[in-house]
Nanobody
Framework: VQLQASGGGLVQPGDSLRLSCAAS???????MGWFRQTPGKARKFVAS????????TYGESVKGRFTVSRDDVKNTVNLQMNSLKFDDEGIYYC???????????????????WGQGTQVTVSS
């Protein structure tokens, strides 16, 4: 499956932004996730949503501010980001995981397909 993230941009602290990830095929069999990467650092887990869409996990720094959702009819995954902070800046990647035995997963190594990323810049 090919993934394409979009929706990034330049925002101010406290603003909201909604990222979308469009898949070229069906995503219903995948755990879907979002990760953030900044220069020189490893990809950091942001959010993961279960195959049935009923469960989600979040990185500690985004809990209560970000919400991940999925639409398996449209084959899209969204990340609603509220109350953005400087530390939220980075390139955001969506990913799909075939990991069995997991409901959600935060490990980048569990993900099999990655999108190209979309840049989020937080600046005052």
């Amino acid at each position: 499956v090919q993934l394409q993230a979009s929706g990034g941009g330049l925002v101010q602290p406290g603003d909201s932004l909604r990222l979308s990830c469009a898949a070229s095929g069906r995503i219903s069999t995948y755990i879907m996730g979002w990760f953030r990467q900044t220069p020189g650092k490893a990809r950091k887990f942001v959010a993961s949503i279960s195959r049935d869409g009923l469960g989600a996990t979040y990185g500690e720094s985004v809990k209560g501010r970000f919400t991940v959702s999925r639409d398996d009819v449209k084959n899209t995954v969204n990340l609603q980001m509220n109350s953005l902070k400087f530390d939220d800046e980075g390139i955001y990647y969506c990913a799909a995981s075939n990991e069995r035995g997991a409901y959600t997963t935060a490990a980048p190594s569990d993900y099999d397909y990655w999108g190209q990323g979309t840049q989020v810049t937080v600046s005052s």
